[in-house]
């Protein structure tokens, strides 16, 4: 399985970016996907995150980002996005996808994709 992320890019304070994330491979199920993100000597920080239950998907997000991002899938399309609005110098970053995805040869691990860039500046 591997997870593909895009939409990166440098945007203006109080504009908005897309991010996307797919997972391609044979044979797996998709337990939940998100974001990370990490800045120079910074740890990573959760984002956003997008749990599928039996009543439902889950979301959390990180404090930082409340009410400015959101996170959805596709469950058809494997793939998770993220809608950042109102974005700020403070959401620099490096920002990761991460998924935890059921396979039968290997049970429910974590996979991560590349970083995406995504620098907020005037």
């Known amino acids: 399985v591997q997870l593909q992320a895009s939409g990166g890019g440098l945007v203006q304070p109080g504009g908005s970016l897309r991010l996307v994330c797919t997972a391609s491979?044979?044979?797996?199920?998709?337990?939940?996907m998100g974001w990370y993100r990490q800045s120079p000597g910074d740890e990573r920080e959760l984002v956003a995150s997008?749990?599928?239950?039996?009543?439902?998907?889950?979301?959390t997000y990180g404090t930082s980002v409340k009410g400015r991002f959101t996170i959805s899938r596709d469950s058809a399309k494997n793939t998770a996005y993220l809608q950042m609005n109102r974005l700020q110098p403070a959401d620099t970053a490096v920002y990761y996808c991460t998924s935890n995805i059921y396979t039968p040869a290997e049970g429910s691990v974590g996979y991560w994709g590349q970083g995406t860039q995504v620098t907020v500046s005037s």
């Open positions: 491979g044979s044979s797996f199920i998709i337990n939940s």
């Open positions: 997008i749990l599928r239950t039996a009543t439902g998907d889950r979301t």
